[in-house]
């Protein structure tokens, strides 16, 4: 399973961003090959339409979990299409967040 | 052929909602009897709510958005890297259409090598005109819909081809695109400020945007006092013209609120709109 955060700061111990679209980094974390890395998010300052290509550019990146606080009605549509699963955050960083959802999980 | 008029175009705008824009139109519309009423406030428009009203014609907004055809797509996803405007996506072998984020631009449809996409016709909003006096034109937007440029444009175009000389052009709150498509063709623009730091603040944003799109313009003051204000001292201290000033009162605001055309009643007011007016026809040369 592959887990999207969007995060402020390019480090797997950054917080939450507030906005899904206008994050600036995605953090991504490969469960089977327990790899993380950090995808920086061209959307971050566009004008329109952001959430449709930040879902996109998940999507290209083989995502299938987004931890997120809030997804916005066009992303989301897209999200269901791309058969992306959404769950809420809790306090704590990217990666506090991953691994509580992978414990959850099991 | 009857020669044609030049025509003329005033507009009303202000940075700020509930300056007074509607106010100001209407009252001037009433002591300018030739002139043709437009309300481009498209996303609450009320300056009809002042006229009995029975005889008005609507009109159908629409735009184009594309559509696919699922059988001509390859996938190349050319359409997606053409738009500009985020309206597309390509997710699992799909491609998923946002109509809200589309422009109308068309590079999709011209980007398209195996023709796949076509324009299909959505409706945004309505235009309604009376036919007799009083001659009004307002546009309404749809709910939900996210640019209500293209009814003002549709108005725009109304305006040129109606036969009154004088359009009285009531804008959309701010300064963005609805307003910036208000404001072209203007020959001259009202700005309403209120006597206030905020209004002094919306008045210089609004500038701006005139100085921008090289409009003429002058500023009247809604809700004004004798007491020393940051927009009369503003106006004095960059050399700008004030054309009029509305006194505080609250009988206005009330005659105001239930529809009346304070104008039509109240002499005092009707004389700053006749000066307004003579104001106005000289700028224009009329």
């Not at chain 1, 995808?39 to 999507?59: C, F, I, T, W």
């Not at chain 2, 009252?27 to 009809?48: C, H, K, Q, R, S």
């Not at chain 2, 440029?149 to 109304?158: D, F, G, H, S, Y």
Request: a negative charge; glycine letters at 6%.
């Amino acid at each position: 399973m592959i887990i999207a955060v969007p995060i402020e700061k390019s480090t797997r111990k950054s917080f939450l961003s507030q906005s899904f679209a206008r994050a600036s980094y995605f953090g991504v974390y490969d469960s089977e090959n327990e790899t993380f890395h950090v995808l920086d998010n061209p959307y971050a300052k566009g004008q329109s339409g952001v959430g449709v290509k930040a879902v996109e550019l998940l999507r290209n990146h083989d995502v299938n979990h987004v931890i997120a606080y809030r997804i916005g009605t066009k992303a989301k549509q897209v999200i269901d299409a791309a058969n992306i699963t959404v769950s809420n955050p809790i306090d704590g960083s990217c990666i506090e967040n991953i691994e509580t959802f992978l414990e959850d999980k099991q | 052929m009857s020669e044609q008029k030049p025509k003329r175009k005033v507009s009303v705008l202000s940075g700020k909602g509930g300056t007074g824009k509607t106010f100001v139109s209407v009252n001037l519309f009433a002591v300018m009897t030739d002139a043709l009423y437009v309300d481009t406030d498209i996303e609450e428009p009320n300056g009809f709510f002042y006229f009995d009203i029975e005889d008005a014609e609507s009109e159908d907004v629409t735009i184009f958005v594309p559509k696919l055809n699922e059988k001509k797509c390859d996938g190349t996803q050319a359409c997606v890297n053409a738009c500009k405007f985020n309206a597309m996506a390509f997710i699992d072998d799909e491609l998923m259409i946002f109509d809200d984020l589309c422009h109308s631009c068309g590079a999709c449809i011209y980007a398209c090598p195996n023709d796949a996409l076509s324009k299909k016709y959505i409706s945004v909003g309505e235009i309604k005109e009376t036919r007799n006096n009083p001659r009004i034109m307002w546009g309404e937007m749809k709910p939900g819909k996210e640019s209500g440029v293209p009814i003002v444009e549709r108005l725009n175009e109304k305006i040129k081809t109606s036969g009154e000389s004088l359009a009285i052009v009531d804008s959309p709150p701010g300064i963005g695109c609805a307003v910036i498509e208000a404001m072209r063709d203007t020959d001259y623009a009202i700005l309403v400020a209120e006597p206030s730091l905020f209004g002094l603040h919306n008045m210089k944003m609004t500038i701006k945007l005139l100085d921008y799109l090289d409009v003429s313009y002058g500023i009247l003051i809604n809700k004004y006092t004798d007491e020393d204000n940051p927009v009369s001292d503003y106006a004095k201290q960059e050399k700008l013209p004030v054309i009029a000033k509305i006194p505080y009162d609250r009988t206005i605001a009330k005659m105001n609120a239930q529809g009346i055309i304070v104008a039509d009643v109240d002499k005092k007011i009707r004389q700053i709109f006749v000066d307004l007016s003579e104001t106005i026809r000289e700028e224009l040369t009329l």
